[in-house]
């Protein structure tokens, strides 16, 4: 059972910023796995069976969910060896899902973020978008009063400096501008993060945008 993260954990990231590199990490491997790797692998077995409800194609092995500590820095001008956040993403197993809608928890040093939301955002994807909007289809302005109606998460990504749409009203907007579209819920480190009723929070958010990753998905004609 999922017990909750530690203050050792943030205490371990935080440190991790400040000696990033393999000697202090290798001393630090023991803790690393206690603190960091085996409450997420607690956390993805506790959220597996409920993730598996909302999609049955989603993935729920920790193998496969939890991100690894290790950067790939051969293409990065930072040579840092280590990342100093964590995160477990859930997405379908297809070849191309950096362009499919993914549910994901993330620990930084500072905060934690959870949510739902594309790693990559096709442009096909945005044009049928656009188009629903245009044509004021039924099935996006349901989505959007659902979005509208929800207080947990906000629709954030990178957006066009020049407006598209004139026309279009300023709720339209935040999703018509979009270059990036993931709907994220931001919190301060908090005592919910050191408890299982982090499970709960998580539970609740996920399930409530459900729909909208259903929405999402069949635009992708998934």
């Known amino acids: 059972m999922f017990k909750g993260f530690s203050e050792d954990t943030i205490k371990y990231l935080k440190e991790l910023n400040e000696n990033n590199n393999k000697q202090w990490f290798e001393a ?82 500072d905060n934690y973020r959870y949510g739902m939301g594309f790693y990559n955002l096709p442009k ?15 099935k996006f302005t349901k989505i959007h009063s659902l979005y509208m109606k929800q207080k947990i998460f906000k629709l954030e990504g990178e957006k066009y400096k020049r407006i598209i749409n004139p026309d279009l009203s300023e709720e339209f907007n935040e999703w018509y501008q979009r270059k990036e579209l993931y709907f994220a819920c931001s919190r301060k480190i908090d005592e919910r993060l050191f408890t299982p009723l982090l499970v709960d929070d998580l539970i609740e958010g996920f399930e409530k945008i459900a729909p909208i990753y259903n929405f999402l998905l069949g635009l992708r004609g998934r």
Do not use: H
């Open 28 to 109: 630090n491997r023991d803790r690393y796995k206690k603190v960091l790797y085996e409450p997420f692998e607690e956390l993805v077995l506790n959220l597996g069976p409920f993730m598996l409800s909302i999609d049955p194609l989603l993935d729920v092995n920790p193998k496969k969910t939890i991100s690894r500590i290790n950067r790939d820095v051969r293409f990065s001008k930072d040579k840092s060896p280590y990342r100093t956040n964590m995160w477990i993403a859930f997405k379908r197993t297809y070849q191309d899902w950096k362009a499919e809608p993914t549910y994901f928890f993330e620990i930084c040093p």
């Open 124 to 138: 096909e994807f945005m044009s049928k978008l656009r188009s629903m909007i245009d044509e004021g289809e039924k």
